[in-house]
């Protein structure tokens, strides 16, 4: 396994945020998504049903391509707490017996672990002790959270997926662990793929996570991981995007702001009504997308029906 890889220093163009300079991003952002009435589904209200058929209407060859990661079962750096999977049939008594038998297994997991691929509901993020819409945070209790839960997205998500590879736009393996995507840096990306991001878009951000990790081992990414920068939430509100996902988890550690520790996560859930797709895989999207000569695609996410949930186990699949 790797040791804490030393953090880089940032690049020029993303500089922390004071607390006051974050907070002010915040209230411009919320206010922003309160102007657009995108309650109380939040950004998905972007994802009309005229737009699900556009995107529909663009696949060209059927290919399907997982974006999730292989559940983690064993403890690793930045998955102390892996998931849990064993098997509960047959036992050695009927595996061997003449007649019908069943295998069965038993699957556990902390949904927003560090590792695996999940999806962020609305309810997952407080703040000043409120939720997305200023919904006290109360109504996340013990029992369960009362409301914009992840019951909102039980329908599933389906869209128009677009990927933009930072990675691919410096010409390296991965961003290393403490970089900063900037807003630049995005519409940097735009135009070297040749593609645009657009309202009820589906944006992936590929940091180049999963390909260092397989390469180097894992390592505490909670002290130092690649991600966005605070101001990138910008252009993700000007392009009007639905959902946000990374093969990361979206936010950069060290934080840009000293003060708060997920700022990207405080902003896009709990100020934009975002919902956030971690912690996924691309490496076998990009290669398609490389051939077909194109980053967009139809993107199909099913979270499991948990009503009172704060997130889910997910496999978005991108249809090509």
Do not use: K
Request: with cysteine; glycine share 8%; aromatic share 4%.
């Amino acid at each position: 396994m790797a040791s804490d890889p030393p953090v880089p220093s940032r690049p020029s163009t993303a500089r922390p945020l004071s607390e006051a300079a974050f907070r002010d991003l915040y209230r411009r952002l919320r206010c922003r998504a309160q102007d657009e009435g995108a309650e109380p589904r939040g950004a998905l209200d972007r994802l009309t049903p005229d737009r699900v058929v556009a995107a529909a209407a663009e696949v060209r060859c059927g290919r399907t391509v997982s974006l999730a990661a292989t559940v983690e079962t064993q403890s690793t750096p930045d998955s102390p707490e892996p998931a849990s999977h064993r098997m509960t049939a047959p036992t050695h008594r009927e595996a061997g017996a003449p007649g019908l038998a069943f295998a069965r297994d038993r699957f556990a997991m902390n949904v927003h672990s560090d590792v695996d691929s999940h999806l962020d509901a609305l309810c997952h993020v407080i703040f000043d002790g409120e939720l997305y819409g200023g919904v006290p945070s109360s109504a996340v209790t013990p029992d369960g959270a009362g409301v914009l839960t992840l019951d909102l997205v039980r329908d599933g998500i389906v869209g128009r997926g677009v990927l933009l590879d930072l990675p691919r736009l410096r010409g390296v393996p991965w961003l290393d662990p403490g970089d900063q995507v900037t807003a630049e840096d995005l519409v940097a990306a735009e135009t070297a793929q040749e593609t645009t991001v657009g309202p009820g878009d589906l944006l992936f951000v590929r940091v180049g996570h999963r390909v260092r990790r397989r390469t180097l081992g894992p390592w505490d990414v909670t002290r130092a991981r690649a991600g966005l920068h605070p101001t990138a939430m910008d252009f993700l509100a000007e392009r009007g995007v639905s959902v946000l996902g990374s093969d990361g988890n979206s936010d950069a550690a060290p934080s840009a702001v000293a003060e708060v520790g997920f700022p990207v996560h405080v902003l896009a859930v709990n100020a934009m009504g975002l919902h956030l797709l971690d912690w996924l895989d691309f490496e076998e999207l990009v290669p398609v997308c490389e051939q077909q000569g194109r980053w967009h695609f139809l993107c199909v996410v099913a979270p499991l029906r948990l009503p009172a949930a704060t997130g889910s186990p997910v496999n978005p699949i991108a249809v090509l």
